[in-house]
Protein backbone atom coordinates (compact mmCIF):
# COMPACT_ATOMS: atom_id res chain seq x y z
CA UNK A 1 0.00 0.00 0.00
CA UNK A 2 0.74 3.69 -0.66
CA UNK A 3 0.63 5.86 2.37
CA UNK A 4 1.34 9.84 2.23
CA UNK A 5 1.26 11.21 6.05
CA UNK A 6 1.56 14.88 6.61
CA UNK A 7 2.83 16.04 10.22
CA UNK A 8 5.00 18.31 11.43
CA UNK A 9 8.60 17.49 10.81
CA UNK A 10 11.58 15.48 12.23
CA UNK A 11 12.92 15.66 15.64
CA UNK A 12 15.35 17.68 16.92
CA UNK A 13 13.25 20.96 15.11
CA UNK A 14 9.88 18.88 15.80
CA UNK A 15 9.35 17.11 18.92
CA UNK A 16 6.51 15.47 21.34
CA UNK A 17 4.19 12.69 21.09
CA UNK A 18 2.59 13.47 17.49
CA UNK A 19 5.99 13.61 16.05
CA UNK A 20 7.21 10.38 17.76
CA UNK A 21 4.12 8.51 17.04
CA UNK A 22 4.10 9.59 13.31
CA UNK A 23 8.16 8.78 13.07
CA UNK A 24 7.04 5.17 14.57
CA UNK A 25 4.05 5.03 12.45
CA UNK A 26 6.25 5.54 9.52
CA UNK A 27 9.10 3.09 10.49
CA UNK A 28 6.90 0.44 11.49
CA UNK A 29 4.67 0.67 8.18
CA UNK A 30 7.95 0.12 6.01
CA UNK A 31 9.07 -3.04 8.12
CA UNK A 32 5.43 -4.47 7.45
CA UNK A 33 5.96 -4.00 3.50
CA UNK A 34 4.04 -0.63 3.01
CA UNK A 35 5.53 2.06 0.54
CA UNK A 36 5.42 5.38 2.86
CA UNK A 37 6.05 9.04 1.55
CA UNK A 38 6.04 12.18 4.07
CA UNK A 39 5.35 15.92 3.84
CA UNK A 40 5.46 18.40 6.40
CA UNK A 41 6.09 22.03 6.40
CA UNK A 42 9.82 22.93 5.87
CA UNK A 43 11.87 25.95 6.08
CA UNK A 44 10.83 29.23 5.08
CA UNK A 45 12.39 30.80 1.79
CA UNK A 46 13.24 34.55 2.14
CA UNK A 47 13.92 34.78 -2.03
CA UNK A 48 10.59 33.33 -2.83
CA UNK A 49 6.91 34.09 -1.35
CA UNK A 50 4.99 31.73 -3.22
CA UNK A 51 4.51 27.85 -1.05
CA UNK A 52 6.38 24.72 -3.15
CA UNK A 53 7.21 21.25 -2.35
CA UNK A 54 10.89 19.90 -2.82
CA UNK A 55 12.26 16.38 -2.31
CA UNK A 56 13.70 17.04 1.11
CA UNK A 57 17.57 15.71 0.38
CA UNK A 58 18.47 16.59 4.07
CA UNK A 59 16.83 13.48 5.72
CA UNK A 60 17.90 10.91 2.78
CA UNK A 61 18.88 8.52 5.67
CA UNK A 62 15.10 8.11 6.27
CA UNK A 63 13.36 4.93 5.07
CA UNK A 64 10.35 6.78 3.85
CA UNK A 65 10.27 9.46 0.98
CA UNK A 66 10.59 12.69 2.54
CA UNK A 67 8.66 16.18 0.85
CA UNK A 68 9.05 20.10 2.28
CA UNK A 69 6.78 21.98 2.25
CA UNK A 70 8.35 25.13 1.83
CA UNK A 71 6.65 28.38 2.68
CA UNK A 72 3.88 26.60 4.44
CA UNK A 73 1.23 28.16 6.33
CA UNK A 74 2.64 29.34 9.57
CA UNK A 75 2.98 27.11 12.24
CA UNK A 76 0.90 28.08 15.73
CA UNK A 77 2.74 25.99 17.57
CA UNK A 78 1.82 27.45 20.87
CA UNK A 79 0.51 30.97 22.09
CA UNK A 80 -2.37 31.16 19.34
CA UNK A 81 -2.95 33.43 16.15
CA UNK A 82 -2.63 37.37 15.90
CA UNK A 83 -3.59 37.42 12.15
CA UNK A 84 -5.63 35.01 11.22
CA UNK A 85 -5.66 36.25 7.27
CA UNK A 86 -2.34 34.43 7.51
CA UNK A 87 -3.52 31.25 8.10
CA UNK A 88 -5.90 31.52 5.30
CA UNK A 89 -3.44 32.40 2.44
CA UNK A 90 -4.61 30.35 -0.97
CA UNK A 91 -1.97 28.35 -2.82
CA UNK A 92 -1.22 27.41 -6.30
CA UNK A 93 -3.40 23.76 -5.99
CA UNK A 94 -1.35 22.54 -8.82
CA UNK A 95 1.58 22.17 -6.63
CA UNK A 96 -0.12 19.63 -4.17
CA UNK A 97 -1.61 17.90 -7.90
CA UNK A 98 1.63 17.26 -8.80
CA UNK A 99 2.69 15.52 -5.58
CA UNK A 100 -0.33 13.39 -5.54
CA UNK A 101 0.16 12.72 -9.47
CA UNK A 102 3.53 11.60 -9.04
CA UNK A 103 3.57 9.60 -5.55
CA UNK A 104 -0.24 8.22 -6.35
CA UNK A 105 -0.91 7.17 -2.55
CA UNK A 106 -3.76 4.87 -2.11
CA UNK A 107 -4.44 6.99 1.58
CA UNK A 108 -3.57 9.97 2.84
CA UNK A 109 -3.05 10.09 6.99
CA UNK A 110 -3.13 13.96 8.27
CA UNK A 111 -1.76 13.97 11.98
CA UNK A 112 -2.32 17.76 12.36
CA UNK A 113 -3.86 20.55 9.98
CA UNK A 114 -1.14 23.38 11.22
CA UNK A 115 0.81 24.64 8.11
CA UNK A 116 -1.46 22.41 5.51
CA UNK A 117 -3.39 25.00 2.95
CA UNK A 118 -6.51 24.26 2.58
CA UNK A 119 -5.80 23.35 -1.20
CA UNK A 120 -4.11 20.44 -0.59
CA UNK A 121 -7.78 18.69 0.67
CA UNK A 122 -9.40 19.56 -2.32
CA UNK A 123 -6.80 18.35 -4.40
CA UNK A 124 -7.02 14.79 -2.78
CA UNK A 125 -10.73 15.24 -2.82
CA UNK A 126 -10.78 15.99 -6.35
CA UNK A 127 -8.37 12.71 -7.76
CA UNK A 128 -10.58 10.36 -5.23
CA UNK A 129 -8.01 10.00 -2.07
CA UNK A 130 -9.12 9.04 0.41
CA UNK A 131 -8.00 11.20 3.78
CA UNK A 132 -8.07 10.05 7.61
CA UNK A 133 -7.32 12.03 10.22
CA UNK A 134 -5.37 11.36 14.01
CA UNK A 135 -6.37 13.65 17.06
CA UNK A 136 -3.41 14.61 18.12
CA UNK A 137 -4.18 17.84 19.11
CA UNK A 138 -7.12 20.23 18.67
CA UNK A 139 -5.95 22.58 16.31
CA UNK A 140 -8.31 23.89 13.85
CA UNK A 141 -11.26 23.74 16.30
CA UNK A 142 -8.94 26.19 18.58
CA UNK A 143 -6.39 28.70 17.48
CA UNK A 144 -3.85 27.26 18.98
CA UNK A 145 -3.03 23.07 19.84
CA UNK A 146 -3.82 22.90 23.13
CA UNK A 147 -7.45 24.19 24.15
CA UNK A 148 -5.54 25.85 26.94
CA UNK A 149 -5.12 29.72 27.47
CA UNK A 150 -3.43 31.66 30.65
CA UNK A 151 -3.80 28.21 33.08
CA UNK A 152 -7.39 27.04 31.96
CA UNK A 153 -9.07 24.93 29.89
CA UNK A 154 -11.56 26.81 27.15
CA UNK A 155 -13.13 24.12 25.19
CA UNK A 156 -16.41 25.02 26.69
CA UNK A 157 -16.34 28.66 25.67
CA UNK A 158 -14.55 28.48 22.77
CA UNK A 159 -16.23 31.83 21.25
CA UNK A 160 -15.35 33.54 18.98
CA UNK A 161 -14.65 36.20 21.55
CA UNK A 162 -12.00 33.80 23.17
CA UNK A 163 -10.02 33.65 19.96
CA UNK A 164 -9.61 37.44 19.99
CA UNK A 165 -8.74 37.47 23.00
CA UNK A 166 -6.19 34.64 23.24
CA UNK A 167 -4.86 36.81 20.10
CA UNK A 168 -3.51 39.40 22.34
CA UNK A 169 -0.82 38.09 23.45
CA UNK A 170 0.08 35.51 19.98
CA UNK A 171 3.23 35.97 18.51
CA UNK A 172 3.31 37.86 15.95
CA UNK A 173 3.59 35.41 12.30
CA UNK A 174 7.09 37.03 11.84
CA UNK A 175 7.98 35.49 14.99
CA UNK A 176 6.30 32.25 13.95
CA UNK A 177 8.03 31.82 11.31
CA UNK A 178 11.49 32.22 13.09
CA UNK A 179 10.17 28.39 14.07
CA UNK A 180 10.80 27.44 10.79
CA UNK A 181 14.35 29.18 9.47
CA UNK A 182 16.80 26.48 9.93
CA UNK A 183 18.96 27.46 12.86
CA UNK A 184 15.65 26.97 14.91
CA UNK A 185 17.54 24.38 16.70
CA UNK A 186 20.63 26.89 17.60
CA UNK A 187 18.17 29.56 18.58
CA UNK A 188 15.88 27.30 20.80
CA UNK A 189 19.26 25.79 22.77
CA UNK A 190 20.90 29.01 23.15
CA UNK A 191 20.42 30.55 26.36
CA UNK A 192 16.61 29.62 26.86
CA UNK A 193 16.12 32.09 24.30
CA UNK A 194 12.68 31.20 22.99
CA UNK A 195 11.12 31.43 26.76
CA UNK A 196 12.17 34.85 26.75
CA UNK A 197 11.34 35.77 23.67
CA UNK A 198 7.76 34.60 24.47
CA UNK A 199 7.94 36.30 27.74
CA UNK A 200 9.01 39.67 26.75
CA UNK A 201 6.94 39.10 23.59
CA UNK A 202 3.23 39.44 25.80
CA UNK A 203 4.11 42.34 27.33
CA UNK A 204 4.73 44.25 23.92
CA UNK A 205 2.15 42.43 22.24
CA UNK A 206 -0.37 43.22 25.38
CA UNK A 207 0.53 46.68 25.41
CA UNK A 208 0.21 47.21 21.71
CA UNK A 209 -3.28 45.18 20.83
CA UNK A 210 -6.03 47.39 19.93
CA UNK A 211 -9.63 47.01 21.19
CA UNK A 212 -11.46 46.74 17.92
CA UNK A 213 -10.41 43.10 17.16
CA UNK A 214 -11.57 42.02 13.74
CA UNK A 215 -14.25 39.12 14.83
CA UNK A 216 -14.95 38.19 11.27
CA UNK A 217 -11.74 37.65 10.06
CA UNK A 218 -11.74 35.09 13.07
CA UNK A 219 -14.89 34.33 12.36
CA UNK A 220 -13.93 33.19 8.82
CA UNK A 221 -10.87 31.58 10.05
CA UNK A 222 -13.20 28.97 11.90
CA UNK A 223 -14.82 28.73 8.57
CA UNK A 224 -12.07 27.60 6.94
CA UNK A 225 -10.94 24.88 9.20
CA UNK A 226 -14.26 23.50 9.17
CA UNK A 227 -14.01 23.57 5.89
CA UNK A 228 -11.21 21.58 5.85
CA UNK A 229 -12.27 18.77 8.67
CA UNK A 230 -15.55 18.22 5.76
CA UNK A 231 -13.57 17.29 3.62
CA UNK A 232 -11.69 14.68 5.70
CA UNK A 233 -12.72 11.02 4.73
CA UNK A 234 -12.53 9.66 8.38
CA UNK A 235 -11.50 10.64 11.88
CA UNK A 236 -9.49 8.35 13.93
CA UNK A 237 -9.36 9.50 17.58
CA UNK A 238 -6.84 8.52 20.06
CA UNK A 239 -9.17 8.56 22.99
CA UNK A 240 -12.44 8.80 24.44
CA UNK A 241 -11.83 12.33 25.63
CA UNK A 242 -10.95 13.57 22.24
CA UNK A 243 -13.43 12.03 20.39
CA UNK A 244 -15.82 14.13 22.59
CA UNK A 245 -14.21 17.14 21.97
CA UNK A 246 -14.39 16.98 18.41
CA UNK A 247 -17.64 15.69 18.25
CA UNK A 248 -18.87 18.37 20.10
CA UNK A 249 -17.56 20.64 17.42
CA UNK A 250 -17.79 18.69 14.48
CA UNK A 251 -20.95 17.09 12.85
CA UNK A 252 -19.60 13.45 12.32
CA UNK A 253 -21.96 12.82 8.88
CA UNK A 254 -18.39 10.85 8.09
CA UNK A 255 -17.03 8.02 9.33
CA UNK A 256 -14.76 7.79 12.93
CA UNK A 257 -13.74 5.17 15.56
CA UNK A 258 -11.67 5.66 18.62
CA UNK A 259 -8.45 3.94 18.46
CA UNK A 260 -5.86 4.34 21.48
CA UNK A 261 -2.20 4.62 20.17
CA UNK A 262 1.01 3.34 21.08
CA UNK A 263 4.68 4.04 20.20
CA UNK A 264 7.65 1.84 19.37
CA UNK A 265 8.77 1.62 22.69
CA UNK A 266 5.36 -0.54 24.01
CA UNK A 267 6.73 -3.54 22.69
CA UNK A 268 6.41 -5.88 25.40
CA UNK A 269 4.83 -5.48 28.81
CA UNK A 270 6.46 -6.34 32.52
CA UNK A 271 4.16 -8.02 34.94
CA UNK A 272 3.26 -5.44 37.86
CA UNK A 273 5.92 -4.65 39.92
CA UNK A 274 6.36 -5.53 43.89
CA UNK A 275 6.36 -2.35 45.45
CA UNK A 276 9.15 -1.25 47.57
CA UNK A 277 9.69 0.71 50.56
CA UNK A 278 9.43 3.68 50.32
CA UNK A 279 7.43 3.87 48.04
CA UNK A 280 8.98 5.81 44.41
CA UNK A 281 6.00 8.16 43.54
CA UNK A 282 7.61 10.18 40.38
CA UNK A 283 6.52 12.55 37.57
CA UNK A 284 7.59 12.93 33.87
CA UNK A 285 7.72 15.96 31.92
CA UNK A 286 8.97 19.45 31.44
CA UNK A 287 7.77 21.85 34.23
CA UNK A 288 5.09 23.52 33.18
CA UNK A 289 1.89 24.04 34.91
CA UNK A 290 -0.15 22.72 31.61
CA UNK A 291 1.51 19.26 32.13
CA UNK A 292 0.49 19.48 35.81
CA UNK A 293 4.18 19.69 37.38
CA UNK A 294 2.66 22.32 40.05
CA UNK A 295 0.00 20.31 40.91
CA UNK A 296 3.04 17.41 41.60
CA UNK A 297 4.51 20.16 43.82
CA UNK A 298 1.12 19.90 45.82
CA UNK A 299 0.82 16.60 46.35
CA UNK A 300 4.42 16.28 47.41
CA UNK A 301 2.86 18.69 50.81
CA UNK A 302 -0.20 16.20 51.42
CA UNK A 303 0.15 14.28 54.32
CA UNK A 304 1.06 11.04 53.10
CA UNK A 305 -0.45 7.41 54.95
CA UNK A 306 2.44 4.92 53.44
CA UNK A 307 6.30 5.50 53.77
CA UNK A 308 7.09 7.58 49.99
CA UNK A 309 9.65 8.93 48.18
CA UNK A 310 9.20 11.56 45.38
CA UNK A 311 10.79 11.86 41.99
CA UNK A 312 10.92 14.56 39.31
CA UNK A 313 12.47 13.40 35.64
CA UNK A 314 12.28 15.65 32.37
CA UNK A 315 13.45 19.18 32.28
CA UNK A 316 16.52 20.24 33.27
CA UNK A 317 15.11 23.94 34.04
CA UNK A 318 16.28 25.49 37.22
CA UNK A 319 12.85 25.97 39.30
CA UNK A 320 12.24 25.68 43.33
CA UNK A 321 11.41 22.75 44.28
CA UNK A 322 10.43 20.96 47.96
CA UNK A 323 13.42 19.30 49.41
CA UNK A 324 11.83 16.25 50.10
CA UNK A 325 12.31 15.87 45.96
CA UNK A 326 15.06 14.16 44.56
CA UNK A 327 15.24 15.84 40.81
CA UNK A 328 16.67 13.24 38.22
CA UNK A 329 16.45 16.04 34.86
CA UNK A 330 16.03 15.19 31.32
CA UNK A 331 16.99 11.76 29.82
CA UNK A 332 17.66 9.56 26.57
CA UNK A 333 15.51 7.92 25.38
CA UNK A 334 17.75 5.15 25.30
CA UNK A 335 17.73 5.27 29.32
CA UNK A 336 13.80 5.02 29.23
CA UNK A 337 14.31 1.76 31.35
CA UNK A 338 16.25 2.82 33.66
CA UNK A 339 14.03 5.81 34.63
CA UNK A 340 10.94 3.24 34.85
CA UNK A 341 12.28 0.91 37.17
CA UNK A 342 13.34 3.13 39.91
CA UNK A 343 9.26 4.28 39.58
CA UNK A 344 6.61 2.59 41.62
CA UNK A 345 3.61 4.89 41.20
CA UNK A 346 3.30 7.37 38.14
CA UNK A 347 1.24 10.56 38.48
CA UNK A 348 0.03 12.01 35.09
CA UNK A 349 -1.51 15.37 36.61
CA UNK A 350 -2.31 16.76 33.02
CA UNK A 351 -4.46 20.16 33.05
CA UNK A 352 -4.99 20.89 29.47
CA UNK A 353 -6.76 17.90 27.99
CA UNK A 354 -4.51 15.88 26.35
CA UNK A 355 -5.70 13.93 23.76
CA UNK A 356 -3.48 10.97 24.38
CA UNK A 357 -0.33 10.52 26.67
CA UNK A 358 2.63 8.19 25.83
CA UNK A 359 3.91 8.43 29.60
CA UNK A 360 0.91 6.52 30.51
CA UNK A 361 1.24 3.69 28.64
CA UNK A 362 4.98 3.52 28.59
CA UNK A 363 4.49 3.33 32.68
CA UNK A 364 2.14 0.54 32.41
CA UNK A 365 3.91 -1.58 29.90
CA UNK A 366 6.99 -1.47 32.60
CA UNK A 367 4.56 -2.31 35.45
CA UNK A 368 4.70 0.95 37.24
CA UNK A 369 1.24 1.50 38.60
CA UNK A 370 -0.11 4.35 36.89
CA UNK A 371 -2.18 7.29 38.73
CA UNK A 372 -3.60 10.33 36.25
CA UNK A 373 -5.86 13.22 36.01
CA UNK A 374 -9.21 13.16 34.52
CA UNK A 375 -7.76 15.54 31.74
CA UNK A 376 -5.24 12.61 30.18
CA UNK A 377 -6.95 11.04 27.21
CA UNK A 378 -4.88 7.98 27.98
CA UNK A 379 -7.17 7.36 31.13
CA UNK A 380 -8.93 4.99 28.89
CA UNK A 381 -6.50 2.47 30.58
CA UNK A 382 -6.67 3.44 33.87
CA UNK A 383 -9.31 1.86 36.26
CA UNK A 384 -11.63 4.33 37.23
CA UNK A 385 -10.67 4.77 41.14
CA UNK A 386 -6.97 5.66 40.13
CA UNK A 387 -7.89 8.65 37.58
CA UNK A 388 -8.62 12.32 39.50
CA UNK A 389 -9.76 15.87 39.80
CA UNK A 390 -7.62 16.95 42.75
CA UNK A 391 -4.44 15.86 43.67
CA UNK A 392 -6.32 15.83 47.13
CA UNK A 393 -7.56 12.25 46.21
CA UNK A 394 -4.13 10.79 45.47
CA UNK A 395 -3.39 9.82 48.79
CA UNK A 396 -5.96 8.09 49.48
CA UNK A 397 -5.48 6.09 46.03
CA UNK A 398 -1.91 5.70 47.74
CA UNK A 399 -3.51 3.20 50.12
CA UNK A 400 -5.71 1.63 47.45
CA UNK A 401 -2.35 0.68 44.91
CA UNK A 402 -2.64 -3.30 45.99
CA UNK A 403 -5.97 -3.30 44.53
CA UNK A 404 -4.86 -1.71 41.15
CA UNK A 405 -5.95 -3.75 37.99
CA UNK A 406 -3.77 -3.15 35.02
CA UNK A 407 -5.30 -2.85 31.42
CA UNK A 408 -2.14 -3.36 29.35
CA UNK A 409 -1.74 -1.06 26.69
CA UNK A 410 -1.37 -2.66 23.08
CA UNK A 411 1.99 -3.88 21.57
CA UNK A 412 2.80 -1.35 18.55
CA UNK A 413 3.58 -4.02 16.00
CA UNK A 414 -0.33 -5.38 16.82
CA UNK A 415 -1.45 -1.65 16.54
CA UNK A 416 0.09 -0.86 13.04
CA UNK A 417 -2.04 -3.76 11.75
CA UNK A 418 -4.97 -1.90 13.25
CA UNK A 419 -4.34 0.98 11.55
CA UNK A 420 -3.48 -0.84 8.01
CA UNK A 421 -6.92 -2.08 8.41
CA UNK A 422 -8.51 1.19 9.22
CA UNK A 423 -7.07 2.21 5.90
CA UNK A 424 -8.38 -0.60 4.00
CA UNK A 425 -12.04 -0.28 5.34
CA UNK A 426 -11.61 3.64 4.49
CA UNK A 427 -10.72 2.82 0.89
CA UNK A 428 -13.12 -0.04 0.07
CA UNK A 429 -15.81 2.12 1.75
Not at 48 to 76: E, G, M, Q, R
Not at 85 to 112: C, G
Not at 285 to 297: A, N, R, V
Request: proline residues 5%.
Amino acid sequence: MKILHYSLGFPPERSGGLIRYTMDLMNEQIRQGDEVYYLYPGHINLLKKTAYIKNDTKHVKAHFHPYSLVNSLPLPLFGGIKTPEDFMQSVDISIYHSLLQKIKPDIIHVHTLMGIHKEFFMCAKSLGIRIIFTSHDYFGLAPEPNFYYQGHNYDDNNTIEQWCKISQTAMSTFKLRLFQLSIYPFVRSVNNFLFKMKKNSKTERAANFKSDVNKKKFDELRKYYLAIFDLVDFFHFNSRLAQTIYTRFISMDVNYQCISISNSSINKNISKKQLKDPINIAYIGPFEKYKGYFEFLNLTKLPMKKNVQFHIYGDDKRIEKPINIINHGRFKPENIDNVYSGIDVLIVPSQWKETFNFTVIEGLSHGCIVIVSSNVGAKDFIPKNFIFKSVREIPNMIVDINHYKFILPPIFKKHVKKIKNLYLEIINT
